[in-house]
């Protein structure tokens, strides 16, 4: 949500800046914003790649997903594959499944997995958090007596049926709010792989 209010922010400033200068000469300077906004989301598209966590079935239009939580230290472990807040982005194409073999790693603490609407901001805590697609959450997601304990792994899978911006996060309380979240994004036009940020 920051990236997509902030560029809707621009773009009002910008409306705002030209419709201020509507005497002529300033209207340049209120454009520059507005046009250098599509450019920077578009970058993470040109940069993608599948890493040796992900693989691609074309033919079976399915997507494999090894994602480990607590794979390294970094964001006090509450991480997938070593990313959080955000600073890492998976794609996969509307109309493939997505297979997620989940495992928690860290030694300390229970985590989940599920694929939120949300894209950043999280809020502490969830009561009864509905996945975007059927299937799209680990069990028990927000407990952490029966979520996914450490050294526990689990499987879900769910069909991506609808292109969108969302997130992967983990439900556990504060986890995803402290940046145990990534972003998941299903493409529209076929486009697949991951990309770091
Ligand atoms: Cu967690």
Request: hydrophobic share 40%; charged share 15%; with cysteine.
């Amino acid at each position: 949500m920051n990236r997509f209010f902030t560029s809707s922010l621009v773009a009002a400033f910008g409306l705002v800046a030209v419709g201020c200068g509507g005497g002529g000469d300033g209207a340049a300077s209120g454009e520059a914003p507005a046009t250098e906004q599509p450019a920077a989301t578009e970058a993470p598209a040109a940069s993608l790649s599948v890493p040796d966590w992900m693989s691609v079935d074309e033919a079976g239009k399915t997507v494999t997903l090894e994602i480990i939580a607590g794979k390294d230290d970094s964001n006090n472990r509450w991480n997938f594959n070593g990313y959080s807040r955000g600073n890492g982005t998976i794609v996969v194409p509307a109309g493939y499944n997505v297979v997620i073999n989940f495992r928690n790693d860290d030694p300390n603490i229970a985590h989940s997995i599920g694929v939120d609407s949300g894209t950043g901001n999280f809020p502490a805590t969830f009561q009864n958090p509905e996945p975007v697609f059927v299937g799209a959450i680990s069990a028990n997601a927000t407990s952490m007596q029966e979520g996914t304990q450490p050294g526990a792994s689990e499987s879900i899978s769910f069909m991506a049926d609808a292109a969108g911006d969302y997130s992967l996060i983990c439900y556990i309380p504060a986890h995803a709010a402290t940046g145990m979240w990534i972003n998941f994004k299903v493409s529209a036009d076929g486009a697949v792989g991951f990309a770091s940020s």
